[in-house]
């Protein structure tokens, strides 16, 4: 099993920022790719970026320019720097790990941390 909690969230002002912060524990050794995804009331959840335990990182392009994701291998700590915020990233921000063992591919989320973002 992998433990995911996420933290940062919070309400700033349109042209804000924010840090969130994933602490990984559990089976941690299996994560290799881990990454970020938000969902606003009544959408989907959209995938937001991803960062390899290489270091390489890919971006939705709604993000791009504003947001980085980085990770901590030592601390098995994920995070996302939102640089620029605007009203529409308002949403839940949640963490995901996606470990494959044995040839199957398991999908860890955390409980979600909520960035509100007002004009």
Do not use: H
């Not at 602490?23 to 959209?46: C, E, H, L, V």
């Not at 640089?83 to 979600?112: F, H, R």
């Amino acid at each position: 099993q992998v433990q995911l909690v996420e933290s940062g969230g919070g309400l700033v002002q349109a042209g804000g920022s924010l840090r969130l912060s994933c602490a990984a524990s559990g089976s941690i050794f299996n994560i290799n790719t881990m990454g970020w995804y938000r969902q606003a009331p009544g959408k989907q959840r959209d995938w937001v970026a991803e960062i390899t335990s290489g270091g390489s990182t890919n971006y939705a392009d709604s993000v791009k320019g504003r947001f980085t994701i980085s990770r901590d291998n030592a601390k098995n700590t994920v995070y996302l720097q939102m640089n620029s915020l605007k009203p529409e990233d308002t949403a839940v921000y949640y963490c995901n790990a996606m470990p494959v063992v044995a040839g199957i591919m398991y999908n860890y989320w955390g409980q979600g941390t909520q960035v509100t973002v007002s004009s």
